[in-house]
């Protein structure tokens, strides 16, 4: 089993999402004892944003691409590789301002490359990252219903658009609520997580 982990807090080992990603990926070791695990941390190390520079260079073609283009592009091509090999990506996912963090925003603008990680039909747009589990670990400080959670629906709607259908959301709610609200919402969510992989 290989399994990708994908850090976007900021907050180091403070994070919640980060804890309980590592609780869902010791899990998974724990029962898959040869598991390959590659961990990518864009809170400690970033990854480019998406600018015009980086545009430029994946629109230009390969044998065209000045070496300051080609390496840019090769930061992308390695990302896309680790997704593509992954059999389990584990994603922490903190809620900063009712969105995900620019850091995994930006490891989505990384791997969604056409022709790569999707392509499109004439029925319509097709993710290529078939046949993979996904669990995304939030963290938030308020309480949400889902019909009104303004997060998970643009991350849902990112990961199915790759073809990363088979996801399950983790929830660590309620953790700027008051020592006894953080305390249920961690409990909550351990608990999510050994119900999730029982």
Not at 45 to 57: E, K, N, R, S, T
Not at 83 to 111: E, H, R, S, T
Request: proline content about 6%; cysteine-free; charged content about 20%.
């Amino acid at each position: 089993m290989n399994i990708l982990q994908i850090t976007s807090s900021v907050r180091g080992n403070d994070s919640e999402s980060s804890r309980v990603a590592n609780l869902i990926v010791g899990k998974l070791v724990s029962s898959n004892p040869d598991a390959k695990v590659v961990r990518r941390d864009f809170g400690a190390q970033p990854h480019p944003l998406l600018d015009g520079a980086a545009v430029g260079a994946l629109f230009t073609p390969a044998e065209q691409r000045s070496a300051e283009q080609a390496a840019r592009v090769a930061l992308d091509d390695a990302l896309i590789a680790e997704a593509q090999a992954a059999d389990v990506i584990v994603i922490g996912a903190p809620m900063y301002n009712f969105g995900m963090p620019v850091q995994l925003k930006n490891w989505f603008d990384a791997i969604a490359r056409s022709g790569v990680t999707f392509r499109y039909t004439e029925t319509g747009p097709e993710g290529l990252l078939k046949n993979k589990k996904v669990y995304v670990a939030t963290a938030r400080g308020g309480i949400y219903p889902a019909d009104a959670d303004p997060q998970v629906p643009h991350i849902r709607m990112l990961l199915n658009f790759l073809g990363l259908t088979d996801h399950t959301f983790i929830y660590s709610s309620g953790l700027n609520m008051g020592p006894d609200a953080a305390t249920k919402g961690k409990q909550e969510a351990d608990a999510a997580v050994e119900a999730a992989l029982a």
